[in-house]
Nanobody, 117 residues
Framework: QVQLVESGGGLVQPGGSLRLSCTAS????????MGWYRQAPGNQRELVAT???????NYADSAKGRFTISRDSAKNTVHLQMNSLKPEDTAVYYC???????????WGQGTQVTVSS
């Protein structure tokens, strides 16, 4: 059982920045890929960004140029740096990972990001 613990959400004004962190309970190179999804009220959960253990990164079009996903393997942590935030970025952000050995999907508990003036 893999546990994913998120942190870093909060309230920020439009144009501001936040950094989300997701710490896994095991070596992140056993998880492939890891990434972030988000879900706004009334909407389906959608991809934000993912990173494979080989370092291949994928962004949703809405995240390109504003968000950056990175990892700190020594701390088993993946970060999502979010800049130039917009009200439409308001959502619960979930960390996600797939266990490379058996394909089981894991989700964090979610962290709220609210972009509002």
């Amino acid at each position: 059982q893999v546990q994913l613990v998120e942190s870093g959400g909060g309230l920020v004004q439009p144009g501001g920045s936040l950094r989300l962190s997701c710490t896994a309970s095991e070596n992140i190179f056993r998880l492939n890929p890891m990434g972030w999804y988000r879900q706004a009220p009334g909407n389906q959960r959608e991809l934000v960004a993912t990173i494979t253990r080989g370092g291949i990164i994928n962004y949703a079009d809405s995240a390109k140029g504003r968000f950056t996903i990175s990892r700190d393997s020594a701390k088993n942590t993946v970060h999502l740096q979010m800049n130039s935030l917009k009200p439409e970025d308001t959502a619960v952000y979930y960390c996600h990972a797939i266990a490379a050995i058996n394909g089981i999907n894991y989700w964090g508990q979610g962290t709220q990001v609210t972009v509002s003036s």
